[in-house]
């Protein structure tokens, strides 16, 4: 079955940098776009990086574009995002997501706080 295993959180001042990995299993990684989101306590999951399946497209939401960079490495099944210049708004539990036949698959997440 599909597993998805996050790593990389943790705590950083604000200005700061963190890279985010999911490992990928369970499926043909190098067939499918990869996404990452996150979630902030009391807000809706929001879609933060999404990546091609070669790893030769990327778009990103307003808010990140410029300070995160979404990365695919098909020979190890990973996919990371390299989060600089990090803000207290980015404090949030982030996802890697796989969608298969319409169907989304989820890690467990890893938190992300941004603070002083």
């Known amino acids: 079955q599909v597993q998805l295993v996050e790593s990389g959180g943790g705590l950083v001042q604000p200005g700061g940098s963190l890279r985010l990995s999911c490992a990928a299993s369970g499926f043909t990684f190098s067939t499918y776009p990869m996404s990452w989101y996150r979630q902030a306590p009391g807000k809706e999951r929001e879609l933060v990086a999404v990546i091609s399946s070669a790893g030769d497209s990327t778009k990103y939401a307003d808010s990140v574009k410029g300070r995160f960079t979404i990365s695919k490495d098909n020979a190890k099944n990973t996919v990371s995002l390299q989060m600089n210049t990090l803000k207290p708004e980015d404090t949030a539990v982030y996802y890697c997501?796989?969608?298969?036949?319409?169907?989304?698959?989820w890690g467990q997440g890893t938190q992300v706080t941004v603070s002083s």
């Open positions: 997501n796989v969608r298969i036949l319409g169907i989304g698959s």
